[in-house]
């Protein structure tokens, strides 16, 4: 557990209706969505942390058992993200922050690449925001509120030898944000994107770590936390200038 948990102090987010505020988080369980998930209860939000292949478990955050609500869906399925919306809604009332972390990766020759591998990558890193999205929007349209915040990668920009499937998926979750921030922006609803670099995360587990600094202006490799924080930023609701963005976290790896 993170050093956010070990003084179990919690900062009120409390939105300006008066109620506590609520963040969705797909591909909650490990890496940069673990880490979203400690920051954001730490920070006072209530928390509908998902998963799928990687098992988690509310007990895991004994002090924050009333804020936090763990429910499998594979965000690539629209009837399982519907059930999580539904379960979600239960809970906790109207979600305030959909954040769209979930992402799988395959890393090979594009001419060995099989179909299925194709179509899994996609689904998951591009059709799973959509899903996610199309369940999101009613409810924050009729408010007139919200904040969509989505993951891509750097190699959303740049490209990446033996990664096209996953650059690809990156790249259209870049255009996805700039155009659905155009239609949402009339409704007060703020759609931005985060553009990780090299963070410490199982996707990055094939090279060492001296491989990995020396790609990397600033000499060390990202923290998931390091991407978190940009998150909390971004999720505030004194951010209200700011939509159709991305926001690169890489150590300046790209510029």
């Known amino acids: ?7 179990n102090t919690v900062y009120a987010n409390i ?10 988080i797909t591909g909650a369980s490990k ?14 939000y209530n928390v509908i942390a998902n998963f799928h292949t990687t098992k988690m478990d509310k007990s895991e955050y004994p002090s924050f058992q009333e804020h936090i609500e763990v429910i499998k869906a594979d965000v690539s399925d629209y009837g399982q993200v519907e059930e999580m919306f539904k379960k ?3 809970r906790f009332g109207n979600i305030d922050v959909v954040i769209n972390n979930a992402a799988v990766n395959y890393a090979g020759l594009l001419s060995q690449m099989e179909e299925k591998d194709w179509d ?3 689904n998951v890193n591009l059709k799973g925001i959509f899903n996610v999205c199309k369940c999101a929007i009613p409810s924050m349209v009729n408010r007139k ?10 190699w959303g920009i740049t490209g990446a030898s033996c990664e096209v ?7 259209g979750v870049i255009g996805f944000t700039k155009a659905l921030a155009k239609e949402l922006a009339p409704s007060n609803i703020y759609v931005n994107c985060v553009a990780p670099g090299i963070i410490q995360t199982d996707m990055n587990k094939a090279y060492t770590q001296q491989e990995l600094e020396e ?15 940009m998150l909390l930023f971004l999720a505030d609701e004194k951010t209200s200038f700011i939509t159709g963005q991305v926001f690169s976290v890489n150590g300046g790896t790209v510029i």
């Open 15 to 24: 939105s300006i209706g008066g109620s506590m505020r609520t963040v969705l």
């Open 120 to 122: 899994r990558i996609i």
């Open 88 to 90: 979600g809604k239960e």
């Open 215 to 229: 790609m990397i202006p600033l000499g060390r490799i990202g923290k998931c936390r390091d991407v978190s924080e």
């Open 31 to 44: 890496g940069i969505g673990r880490q979203t998930t400690e920051d954001f209860l730490a920070a006072g």
């Open 145 to 154: 509120a919200g904040h969509i915040i989505n993951i891509s990668s750097m």
């Open 1 to 7: 557990m993170s050093s956010v948990f070990k003084n």
């Open 165 to 171: 499937a996953y650059s690809v998926s990156k790249a």
